[in-house]
């Protein structure tokens, strides 16, 4: 469970035990702003908004990368035995997989099995606490690499939104 304490709205301080989805749904909810970075470029800003169900079981995430308006979802939901992200790119291609929720330092990270451009990949996600809000990044390992490291591809610092 994540345990908070609040430092202005949105912003949490986090002191962990084992997260549960619910708790991440909670303390992800609400309007981000911050910078962002791709392995191909550089963002002045990025606008977050996350969504969580009033049960706690679903969370949605739309991006907006604002140099190129490039938006993408992320939709996470708690079924009885997994959870299910569904997620569309910039480009409006969709993926369907099963990840599982870990703690990872302060914060958590999702990590499920994936295919990307025609290879296998594990998908990471992280979301680890800043002073104020969290830093997003999104990460892959492809697994006919022999490299042991994730490659990021995308990392937002969610700043809440004034």
Same mark, same amino acid.
């Given at each position: 469970?994540? !345990?908070?304490?609040?430092?202005?709205?949105?912003?949490?301080? &986090?002191?962990?035990?084992?997260?549960?989805?619910?708790? !991440?749904?909670?303390?992800?909810?609400?309007?981000?702003?911050?910078?962002?970075?791709?392995?191909?470029?550089?963002? +002045?800003?990025?606008?977050?908004?996350?969504?969580?169900?009033?049960?706690?079981?679903?969370?949605?995430?739309?991006? =907006?990368?604002? =140099?190129?308006?490039? =938006?993408?979802?992320?939709?996470? &939901?708690?079924?009885?035995?997994?959870?299910?992200?569904?997620?569309?790119?910039?480009?409006?291609?969709?993926?369907?997989?099963?990840?599982?929720?870990?703690?990872?330092?302060?914060?958590?990270?999702?990590?499920?099995?994936?295919? &990307?451009?025609?290879?296998?990949?594990?998908?990471?996600?992280?979301?680890?606490?800043?002073? &104020?809000?969290?830093?997003?990044?999104?990460? +892959?390992?492809?697994?006919?690499?022999?490299?042991? =490291?994730?490659?990021?591809?995308?990392?937002?610092?969610?700043?809440?939104?004034?």
């Amino acid at each position: 469970m994540l !345990v908070c304490a609040c430092l202005s709205s949105n912003s949490l301080a &986090v002191a962990k035990e084992q997260a549960t989805f619910a708790d !991440v749904c909670g303390v992800i909810a609400g309007q981000w702003v911050g910078p962002a970075a791709s392995t191909a470029r550089r963002y +002045l800003a990025a606008q977050v908004e996350a969504i969580c169900s009033h049960d706690g079981k679903q969370l949605m995430l739309m991006t =907006t990368l604002e =140099t190129d308006a490039a =938006t993408s979802s992320w939709w996470f &939901v708690q079924l009885p035995d997994r959870i299910q992200l569904m997620q569309r790119d910039n480009h409006g291609k969709f993926r369907q997989i099963d990840v599982s929720l870990y703690d990872y330092g302060d914060g958590f990270s999702f990590l499920g099995l994936t295919e &990307v451009n025609g290879r296998e990949a594990l998908l990471k996600l992280i979301f680890e606490p800043l002073a &104020v809000g969290w830093q997003w990044q999104q990460q +892959l390992q492809y697994l006919d690499d022999d490299s042991e =490291t994730y490659q990021v591809f995308l990392s937002v610092d969610l700043v809440p939104k004034v």
